[in-house]
């Protein structure tokens, strides 16, 4: 059988939930050049947070093009729209990588 061996699997447990994000500063990260930064499970946050830099220049610059795209009657809908991508992907994608390192299940 592939993969069978004489190694027992190491077991651990995870929370289930999905990480929250939190829109911040650079500052608030205080990591240069960082897009995001992840914040440990807490009271606050049960499942994690992926703290985004609202002001990053990839942020900016999406929202920027994007908005472009449309009307100006719907920028302010635009920049949410792309924003909410942003969030979406780097918390969810990013949280659980940051969990599954957390628990040694990547390297």
């Known amino acids: 059988m592939p993969g069978a ?3 027992p699997a190491k077991a651990t447990s995870v929370t289930v939930g999905l990480p929250d994000y939190e829109w911040v500063t650079a ?10 930064a992840w914040q440990e499970p807490s009271k606050k946050y049960a499942n994690g947070c992926v703290m985004i830099d609202k ?3 990839v942020i900016l610059g999406q929202v920027e093009h994007w908005q472009g795209q449309y009307p100006k009657s719907v920028a302010m809908q635009v920049g949410d729209i ?8 780097a918390g969810r994608k990013g949280g659980a990588l940051a969990r599954a390192q957390r628990h ?3 390297g």
């Open 27 to 36: 500052e608030d990260i205080n990591d240069g050049g960082m897009i995001a």
């Open 5 to 7: 061996g004489d190694t």
């Open 104 to 106: 040694g299940l990547v």
């Open 82 to 89: 792309v924003r909410e991508a942003y969030a979406e992907v």
């Open 55 to 57: 002001g990053h220049p």
